[in-house]
């Protein structure tokens, strides 16, 4: 069972336009969200967050929404740029104990692969 | 700067052929994954260490095993690679905090003969 999806395998955008990353959720206990961007042949590197009780999180051209009563979260690019193509995954996580030091876990949707036209 | 790195980027093996993966860290962080990830597919937790403590996923095979001899160090053994084991082989670190913000390496790529 899929908890965290995205159902847009993948998304063409011009450059200097918005880019709109959309993603949803099942579980309601999931307290924190992580946009990763992934190039080929590397690993993902993180990109930004959210934390459940906010419902924006903003970092330079990247602005991550969140809408907990619809349990989706969105990424907007603004301007988009070439660089940018790659593909995007939506992470979720909740804490797994109540215990100090407790370990959580990523469950990742499937990604979608941007790409931004010059 | 402060990273995570894997060695080898690129491995081939034969099958059956017993093989080790390396990552390191320093970011001194607690938690260290390793992740198995397959062509358009999502990143797929093979087991964590939180410090010494070692958590295996529930369908990791026993194939794949896990060794962490310090906080720097994590290795992923994989002791008879089949065909299907090919893959990207992720290792990450994290704080083990609330956020839980993993930071990757770049990645090995496993090729199975």
């Known amino acids: 069972d899929q908890q965290v999806k995205q159902n847009s395998p993948s998304l063409s955008v011009q450059e200097g336009r918005i880019s709109i990353l959309n993603c949803d959720y099942t579980?309601?206990?999931?307290?924190?969200f992580l946009w990763y961007k992934k190039y080929p042949a590397e690993g993902p590197t993180f990109l930004i967050s959210i934390s459940s009780i906010k419902d924006k999180n903003e970092d330079g051209r990247f602005t991550v929404f969140l809408n907990k009563s619809a349990k989706h979260l969105s990424l907007h690019i603004v301007p988009s740029q070439p660089g940018d193509s790659a593909v995007y995954f939506c992470a979720a996580s909740r804490s797994l104990t109540l215990n100090a030091g407790n370990n959580r876990k990523l469950i990742w949707g499937l990604g979608t692969s941007l790409a931004v036209n010059p | 700067d402060a990273m995570v790195i894997q060695n080898p980027r690129y491995q081939v093996t034969q099958f059956g052929k017993p093989v080790t993966l390396s990552c390191s860290q320093t970011l001194n962080h607690n938690v260290m994954y390793w992740y198995q990830q397959k062509s358009s597919q999502a990143p797929k937790l093979l087991f964590h260490?939180?410090?010494?403590?070692?958590?295996n996923e529930a369908d990791t095979p026993d194939n794949f095993q896990s060794r962490r001899p310090n906080t720097s160090f994590c290795f992923l053994d994989i002791r008879s690679p089949g065909l299907g084991d090919a893959a990207m082989y992720l290792c990450?670190?994290?704080?083990?905090?609330?956020?839980?913000?993993?930071?990757f390496g770049p990645g090995t790529r496993l090729t199975v003969l």
């Open positions: 990450a670190t994290s704080t083990g905090t609330r956020t839980n913000e993993q930071f």
């Open positions: 260490y939180y410090d010494k403590d070692f958590n």
């Open positions: 579980n309601s206990m999931f307290d924190y």
